[in-house]
């Protein structure tokens, strides 16, 4: 497996919306293998083929499966989905906000609104249609990796963006001033 380059916005792949996967060859099986390891070594919960300078509509995401993540996350914990051509067919009412983060910017966080819970329908890594529900952070994770399908960042959507150290350095002046 190889470790991909992730791409940043001023690559203008990051901005087109991404092809319909049609072959799932060998070809397809070792990007989804290197997606894998990329998101893996880079510490992320999701990675969609944009990111990674590939035109395909494919995402792959793992929830943290570290100490106390199962109580967080329950079943989600470490369970690793790979989804291919994925379209949200349902969504809650309920939306709610949240910090996100992103592969692709990195030093950036920003809140965004989304669907507290959604139904995703696709196809696995052999072609074979597949039908998901998520909520809480999973749901968040396939919202934001569809976005990156259709050119779509979180900072276009964010009622906030900021950089973490800014955010410390404005705590520690408000913690002096008291």
């Not at 894998?36 to 990111?51: R, W």
């Not at 690793?80 to 950036?108: F, H, M, Q, T």
Request: a negative charge.
């Amino acid at each position: 497996m190889t470790i991909l380059s992730i791409i940043q916005p001023d690559n203008p792949l990051l901005r087109r919306q991404a092809r319909r996967v049609t072959d799932f060859s060998g070809d397809l099986q070792a990007l989804i293998d290197d997606m894998i390891a990329t998101m893996t070594a880079a510490q992320g919960v999701g990675l969609a083929g944009p990111q990674v300078a590939q035109s395909k509509r494919i995402i792959v995401a793992r929830l943290p499966a570290d100490e106390g993540s199962a109580a967080e996350y329950g079943e989600d914990a470490g369970k690793l989905y790979i989804v291919a051509n994925p379209r949200v067919v349902w969504r809650s009412e309920n939306k709610v906000s949240g910090v996100e983060g992103c592969l692709s910017l990195p030093g950036l966080l920003g809140d965004v609104e989304r669907f507290e819970s959604i139904e995703i329908t696709g196809q696995d890594r052999q072609g074979k249609p597949i039908r998901l529900s998520a909520s809480g952070w999973l749901a968040r994770v396939f919202q934001h990796e569809i976005d990156h399908l259709d050119g779509i960042l979180y900072i276009d959507i964010a009622t906030a963006v900021w950089r973490p150290e800014e955010a410390d350095s404005l705590a520690g002046e408000v913690s002096e001033a008291q």
